[in-house]
């Protein structure tokens, strides 16, 4: 594990590959940094805001997919309560 020297206290991290994947507010100081991965200090917390972080599209598409499952439970569940009379046949949705 290696170390890294904070001085302003606002930062990121960037992965082996080169992505930029997580901010961070650290007291001044000495910090332990996970092997591969690198800490890139920045001014002040404006120039921290500014840095935009890398997203996995996987991770994205995974999460897009995770969503329209829930939804659809959601739906299926509805109509079958409806049909099994726990729910009024005229139930609207309020959480969509």
Request: glycine share 8%.
């Amino acid at each position: 594990m290696q170390k890294i020297q904070v001085t302003t206290g606002f930062g990121y991290f960037v992965d082996q590959a080169g992505h930029k994947i997580a901010k961070a507010e650290l007291p001044p100081g000495e910090h332990p940094l996970q092997d591969g991965f690198t800490y890139v200090e920045v001014a002040d917390k404006q120039a921290l805001e500014l840095i935009e972080l890398w997203i996995d599209p996987k991770m994205l598409q995974q999460q897009q997919d995770e969503k329209l499952i829930m939804q659809k439970t959601r739906e299926i569940a509805i109509e079958t309560l409806k049909s099994e009379g726990k729910l009024p046949p005229d139930f609207v949705d309020g959480a969509v």
